[in-house]
């Protein structure tokens, strides 16, 4: 049989073509087989077992349906990114809340005339606890007055300012209270609350958006609205390059929310790229030589600002403004393990003149060493205060107004 060099070159060609068909195919067959290798991996293991950070659109979309659904302890507000719901009550196993016609949590209806007003997050509204047992709740029953509550769960101290603002008008007060939670700090340099949550904690919780103040030009502050102004527009955090436009250049916490791998196609690529996920600097740095805990500069010049406006506020309405200094269970630890207290670097930093602070911490540590018992007594589960130490809080409170001749 003789063959000839045009059929050679031909059957050459197909045999070539056949290797390059059976090498895609191979290659295709593998890259689908590590691609449903690696998604199952994070779905069914990864996530679950918290062993990988990365960012789930689907809790994203979840958090944002059930926001516009008003299915949240709280409801959208264009100003302040959202509020409690006027009317609205809920019970849990343990505790239970209920809130007002302005927005309030109820307390003491029973005392008609309104002394103080009390702003801040949760540790003003006082999570897990019922609304007898809250600390405003306590404090109406010593000065014999109505003190309002309007905590709000989440808040920056940003948030609460303006709350103030916005409130102050038709709840006006002699005295008004701003509670500053030692994890304010790092929530006062945050636009869009996921930002914040992932690019500290690595916790894939959702959030709406909300005001911040941000540093100008000769580090004057300017207020940034709530780049959000209505709930439909909500389902925009839905994508990436509208997250980057509002929270890039303003967010402390978006490079390292930026770094984190969405879950997505390619799977594969997003399992490489959470072993090179930007770390997040810790925002507080215990310093064990000077006992010392160094704040975040951002975060401890942005609440200057916010105190100096409330203070501004005050004096405009001419109410009298007090700064409630809350620590959490995990600063109490720190203080008992190296002897540091986290909220010492921002006091230093405040401009006492016109301002009274009342620092918990200072009461809870005092308290722990007259009673001799745990600093778990005074918090629920290690989070939130408890009633007992609801009432220690009330009572500092009370001591300083009799101290400073304001309950006359």
């Not at 031909?10 to 390059?20: C, D, E, N, P, Y």
């Amino acid at each position: 049989m003789i063959i000839n060099r045009c059929d050679e070159h031909k059957m050459t060609s197909r045999a070539r073509l056949k290797i390059f068909l059976f090498l895609i195919i191979f290659f295709l067959i593998m890259y689908t087989s590590v691609e449903i290798c690696s998604w199952i991996l994070i779905e069914y293991y990864l996530i679950p077992y918290n062993k990988i950070k990365i960012i789930t659109a689907s809790k994203i979309n979840d958090g944002i349906a059930n926001f516009t659904k008003g299915n949240f302890l709280y409801d959208f507000d264009p100003v302040l990114g959202w509020i409690m719901v006027p009317y609205s009550s809920k019970i849990y196993e343990d505790w239970s809340y209920h809130i007002d016609h302005n927005g309030a949590r109820s307390n003491n209806s029973s005392k008609n005339m309104a002394y103080i007003s009390t702003y801040g997050d949760s540790f003003t509204f006082c999570n897990q606890v019922c609304d007898d047992e809250t600390w405003q709740y306590y404090l109406s029953d010593m000065t014999k007055t109505r003190v309002y509550n309007f905590g709000v769960s989440g808040y920056g101290t940003d948030q609460a300012l303006l709350k103030i603002e916005r409130q102050y008008g038709d709840s006006p007060t002699k005295i008004v209270i701003l509670g500053i939670l030692s994890e304010n700090l790092g929530r006062n340099v945050n636009r869009y609350r996921a930002v914040y949550y992932m690019g500290r904690y690595g916790v894939d919780l959702w959030g709406s958006t909300k005001p911040m103040f941000f540093p100008a030009k000769d580090n004057e502050y300017v207020l940034l609205e709530n780049p959000v102004k209505k709930p439909e527009d909500l389902y925009r955090l839905k994508n990436s390059d509208f997250v980057s436009q509002i929270c890039e250049k303003y967010d402390y916490w978006y490079p390292y929310y930026n770094s984190i791998p969405k879950f997505k196609f390619p799977f594969f690529w997003a399992l490489v790229k959470a072993n090179f996920i930007k770390k997040s600097p810790p925002f507080v740095v215990l310093d064990y030589d000077t006992k010392v805990a160094v704040i975040n500069k951002s975060g401890i010049e942005t609440t200057k600002h916010i105190i100096r406006r409330f203070i501004d506020y005050s004096k405009e309405k001419q109410f009298i403004p007090i700064v409630l200094f809350f620590p959490t269970n995990q600063d109490l630890k720190t203080y008992y393990e190296f002897n540091i207290h986290n909220l010492s670097q921002l006091k230093d930093a405040i401009d006492f003149k016109d301002l009274i602070v009342i620092d918990i911490f200072d009461i809870f540590r005092e308290t722990l060493i007259k009673k001799k018992i745990n600093g778990e007594y005074l918090y629920m589960d290690g989070t939130h205060i408890s009633p007992q130490g609801n009432h220690i809080i009330a009572r500092a409170i009370y001591n300083a107004l009799q101290e400073n001749n304001l309950l006359n």
